[in-house]
T-cell receptor
Framework: AQKVTQAQTEISVVEKEDVTLDCVYE???????LFWYKQPPSGELVFLIR??????QNEISGRYSWNFQKSTSSFNFTITASQVVDSAVYFC??????????FGTGTRLQVFP | AAGVIQSPRHLIKEKRETATLKCYPI?????VYWYQQGPGQDPQFLIS???????DKGSIPDRFSAQQFSDYHSELNMSSLELGDSALYFC?????????????FGEGSWLTVV
């Protein structure tokens, strides 16, 4: 069975702080894909990144970076120098043999000015 | 760039009524997914279609049905609506019906059942 765990329900930071959102996954598939989506208060789901199970290279995109570690089944997301516009719910998700997404329960990030 | 288009964006229905949500996938995407997100919940997979055929089914109630048409748009039909059906319904699309392709979501359709 596939499962995604986001243990942090809610995180509050002050602008310019760095923040890391944790994601731990379980799967028996040898090939799988990990995703992060952002859901701002307006409700839409915005794709941030996709990483396949064979690529453990970390990725950086502007203030965003992702750390994928198969040894600990984790795919953590760091926002550097957070901004108020980063306030949203962030979902980690997993797909495997079937391409449907299994979501974690989400982490609500609040960035205060 | 074109995104997934969903309509209507907001819908209010009474119990036992029927509702239909429409979805227009990103051009050249041949796979469509429907997800339901209850208040404070994560999105839950309902059903998917690849090349107009149902490809996978999740926790979709029997009162719900969906299909994908020849132009690749999809419709989710919900009958005998219950209060618990109030949720944000997402349609999503991906470029091919194989594992691992990025799934892009529409802005969602807010359904309120009163």
């Amino acid at each position: 069975a596939q499962k995604v765990t986001q243990a942090q329900t809610e995180i509050s930071v002050v602008e310019k702080e760095d923040v890391t959102l944790d994601c731990v996954y379980e799967t028996r598939d040898t090939t799988y894909y990990l995703f992060w989506y952002k859901q701002p208060p307006s409700g839409e789901l915005v794709f941030l990144i996709r990483r396949n199970s064979f690529d453990e290279q970390n990725e950086i995109s502007g203030r965003y970076s992702w750390n994928f570690q198969k040894s600990t089944s984790s795919f953590n997301f760091t926002i550097t120098a957070s901004q108020v516009v980063d306030s949203a719910v962030y979902f980690c998700a997993l797909s495997g043999y079937t391409d449907k997404l299994i979501f974690g329960t989400g982490t609500r990030l609040q960035v205060f000015p | 760039a074109a995104g997934v288009i969903q309509s209507p964006r907001h819908l209010i229905k009474e119990k036992r009524e029927t509702a239909t949500l429409k979805c227009y996938p990103i051009p050249r995407h041949d796979t469509v997914y429907w997800y339901q997100q209850g208040p404070g919940q994560d999105p839950q997979f309902l059903i998917s279609f690849y090349e107009k055929m149902q490809s996978d089914k999740g926790s979709i109630p029997d009162r719900f049905s969906a299909q994908q048409f020849s132009d690749y748009h999809s419709e989710l039909n919900m009958s005998s609506l219950e209060l618990g059906d109030s949720a944000l319904y997402f349609c999503a699309s991906s470029p091919r019906g194989k594992e691992g392709n990025t799934i892009y979501f529409g802005e969602g359709s807010w359904l309120t059942v009163v």
